[in-house]
């Protein structure tokens, strides 16, 4: 869960360079049931700086920002969809994609003024047949809008048009003719397949809304409960991205599911001589495991420019070692801290703080030096575990169910036991070993099936967030 944000780690020993690019800021005209009205939009999303033919390029840190006027929604509160036809084009060839699902939280409306809402979620990749630089367009908008969701289960469809004469470039992705001698670490891949075209999906494994996605993965919760605690079924999909310093890059990796025993809550009360009214602190623990049988990530596998000119290519392997665990820490007047939540829901905190510490065993393997195998053998891995520490807080992360962003930085250790018949340590050591590498998460929100539960209050199927945008 939360610390497996140490997944980002990943990143800084094998991934492709992202480009986060500039937000389009666009204006749209939407009919509401009261009318039409215009409503600004700003669109931005992660890609490839640059890509393969033949091989998926993988939008990533989707976010759809709307600003809507007021008077055009006559709710208390709204959540929803929103829908975004994306034209992806490669020479004289065009197809449009729908990044849906993209979720909107439920946000209170404002008596007067703008709203403003962010929907995020995950969407599915764009594979070319052939070398052409590619960009991505926006086109129109569909909101699928919830008013007052507690109460009103009504949806209001809402279609908007893209108003003429703007640019609505989103991004564009260099794929290079790798035909030629090696230019750059692209060249590290296969050869483009013959033919002409562009392919859109498969559809994310768990996209923001779940579309396609009917039942919980069947090993969601399975982890031993926590001592005095009853057997819960918790899951959450964690994304992130890492910095890495020697490379001056960002990586996006994406999580495997994780499974979460959460712990009980104690008071602890405030130290003597403390203001009078000063509030409990409550204190949870939780424990978390990635849902494998062996504690092992998905393999990772990406290309990086080592010392800024080496192309290398490498598959990384990533292995829980220990428990991980979760401290949580809440502190306020028992006050609602989720907009629009219910009377008696949860949590009703003002201030909350969050600390998920992991190890991580790392081993790389199937590695190329400017499209050179370099045999490095089995057993090359870091000299001891990666000690991951990422933490969070309000207002951005209110409680380990409903999730949030956490961030820290991670030491890469040097390189062990790398070559068969020369020592390489030194080389992998060199190009990605040292402290210093900040890391961003996005823990989704805690998957908890229960009978007497409406599923719309569980949020399962879980969700995949949206990556965060690289930043420094």
Known sequence: MTAVGALTVAGALAGPTVSAGTPAAL?????????????????????????????????????VNLVLPPGALAATSVSGTVNLTVAIAQKETSVNAGWSGLVLPATPV?????????????????????PG????????????????????????TVSCTLDPGQDATLASVEVPDISGPPASAATLSTSPPAGTGITVGPEPRAASGGAGVTANPVECGVITPIPGQEKQTNCAFVPGFANIRKLKASILVKAPLVN?????????????????????????????????????????EGTFLAFGFLPISATLELTQVGQITIHGESQGSGLPCQPGQPPGGTPRCTQYFIRTTASLAARIDHVKVNGADLDVGPNCRTERPLDVVVQGGTPAFINVRFGGPLSGFVEIPPFSGCGTTDDLDPLLTGTVSGPGNFMKVIQGALCNPRPEVPPSQTACPPTEPANPPPTG
Not at 133 to 156: C, K, M, R, S
Not at 269 to 277: I, L, T
Not at 279 to 288: C, E, F, G, K, Y
């Open 260 to 300: 979460v025993a959460l712990g009980p809550g104690r008071a602890q009360q405030p130290p003597p001589g403390s203001p009078p009214g000063t509030p409990v602190t409550v204190i949870q623990d939780s424990l978390a495991e990635v849902a494998a049988a062996d504690r092992r990530f998905p393999i990772l």
């Open 133 to 156: 630089e590619v960009t991505f367009v926006a086109g129109d908008l569909i909101l699928e809008l919830v008013p007052d969701p507690a109460t009103d289960p009504a949806t209001w």
């Open 27 to 63: 204006a749209y005209t939407c009919q509401f049931p009261g009318g039409a009205h215009q409503v600004g939009v700003q669109i931005s999303a992660a890609v490839p700086e640059r890509g393969t033919a033949g091989a998926a390029i993988q939008p990533d840190a989707v976010a």
């Open 110 to 130: 404002p008596a007067d003024g703008e709203l403003a809402v962010t929907a995020t979620g995950a969407v599915a990749p764009v594979t070319v047949a052939e």
